[in-house]
């Protein structure tokens, strides 16, 4: 796998400096400086209070969230695979007087990177797709976490990964499940985040992972789902035809309506959630 990480390490490493930057409103730094939390909505209403937690941001780019989450009041350790992200992120909490902790390593090996016993890990947007296997990152989650600790996850949805929107229509253009050996590539001369600055590393690997993969690996890791909730809103414009609302997109008016998101809470060593509550 490392052709595909070290292609996706690249690419990385250069959109930090694009999204420091970001006129788009996706990482509104102005903001972050300001004092302001730029949690989503969802998350932002899920987490609970985690004052005095110990928290874990896992795939934590440049530490606008994990800054996000020190000031809730936990002790937060963000871990990143981009040398550049991670510097940036010290640089920034230094900047801002957060306490906050970043590591730079692969996300499969957290629990000897970062440590073990955390209360929460905490995992947002866009993570997953980068993994050629989530039954692995499934296992360091549960290891990072101290019996009764939680993970929080809030993605993409499976359903959207597998479309593109052509001319208003949704085709579907993308395997349900995509084998580690064989990823998407994508070439992308620009960020995702909307800034329209050509990029030197175009190329991109990513994995579509279904329900039964990230919940199943899960509870093969010793989790215990509490729920799972699907949202028609989503942080980035997934799709040309979508529209702003806030700071999430959603689709617009007029179109037949599909899950964009979801997102999950479970914990370690506990009992499952009753489905009929």
């Not at 795939?59 to 020190?70: E, M, S, V, Y």
Request: a negative charge; glycine letters at 10%; hydrophobic letters at 45%.
């Amino acid at each position: 796998m490392e052709e595909f990480f070290a292609a996706n390490r690249a690419r990385w490493d250069e959109l930090v400096g694009l999204h420091l930057r970001d006129t788009t409103g996706v990482y509104p730094l102005d903001e972050l400086r300001a004092g302001g939390d730029l949690l989503c909505p969802i998350e932002a209403s899920e987490i609970g209070d985690i004052a005095g937690k110990k928290v874990v941001h896992l795939q934590c780019h440049f530490g606008a969230d994990t800054i996000c989450l020190a000031r809730r009041g936990a002790t937060v350790t963000g871990l990143d695979f981009s040398p550049r992200a991670v510097a940036t992120a010290r640089a920034l909490a230094a900047e801002l007087g957060v306490d906050a902790t970043f590591v730079e390593g692969n996300v499969f090996d957290a629990p000897a990177l970062v440590g073990t016993g955390f209360d929460m890990v905490y995992v947002t947007w866009g993570a997953l797709g980068w993994l050629p296997y989530v039954r692995r990152w499934a296992k360091a989650v549960a290891d990072c976490l101290r019996p009764g600790g939680v993970l929080y996850l809030a993605e993409g949805h499976p359903f959207m990964f597998m479309l593109e929107e052509r001319e208003g229509r949704f085709e579907i253009d993308y395997e349900w499940r995509t084998p580690p050996e064989r990823p998407i590539l994508e070439i992308a001369p620009v960020s995702y985040a909307g800034d329209g600055t050509p990029v030197a590393n175009e190329r991109a690997f990513g994995w579509n992972h279904p329900f039964s993969e990230i919940i199943g690996g899960l509870l093969e890791a010793g989790m215990a789902l509490q729920y799972l909730h699907e949202h028609e809103m989503i942080p980035w414009r997934a799709f040309p035809s979508m529209v702003p609302q806030g700071r999430m997109y959603v689709q617009a008016e007029g179109q037949k309506k599909m899950p964009l998101a979801f997102s999950l809470k479970a914990v370690k060593g506990g009992p499952a959630a009753d489905p009929r509550a």
